[in-house]
């Protein structure tokens, strides 16, 4: 994705208050992501592990989506969990239920959307090979990196139209 600054992430946010945009925590290390090998930023507030926030460019609009961290999702040592967005398997509570309000009517109703996914949200750089989890796996190793990056992209899509459809 295109590095964006931290004001733009700030105003992408979708589907929480003024007030929570203005206080979510953003990622430390802002200024030196590896913005080439990002589909989307997506972080762990690092003042409340409970929230995570994912931000991609849809039809060239940055959308930031507010996220709440519902379960480990891990029932045991041995047990594997896929992430929905990256396809990466984990063991030991690397991927998480999180929970995103919807936009709109449905979110003041409460109704959410939810989706397993990786407990760092760095599903970008487990497709690319540049992150490697404890017990993590990639399936599918017969399609090329560009075809893996096309997966990710379109199930994001996905998601993000979930969110705000
Ligand atoms: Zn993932």
Excluded at 101 to 124: E, I
């Amino acid at each position: 994705m295109r590095p964006v600054t931290e004001p733009d992430v700030r105003a992408s946010f979708v589907n929480c208050s003024k007030g929570e945009t203005k206080r979510l925590g953003l990622p430390r290390d802002f200024a030196d992501l590896p913005w080439d090998d990002l589909d989307f930023l997506g972080w762990r507030d690092p003042g409340a592990p409970e929230r995570a926030y994912l931000v991609a460019e849809r039809d060239g609009v940055l959308t930031g989506v507010a996220l709440r961290v519902t379960s480990g999702a891990s029932r045991g040592f041995t047990s594997r969990s896929m992430c929905s967005l990256c396809l990466t398997t984990h063991t030991n509570g690397g991927v998480a239920l999180m929970a995103a309000p919807r936009t709109g009517g449905a979110g003041r109703q409460g109704n959410t959307v939810g989706q397993y996914l990786c407990t760092d949200l760095a599903c970008s750089l487990y497709t690319r090979g540049r992150k490697k989890a404890p017990g993590a796996e990639v399936i599918d190793e017969t399609l090329t990196l560009e075809e893996k990056i096309a997966r990710i992209r379109v199930n994001l899509r996905s998601f993000l139209d979930k969110v705000t459809g």
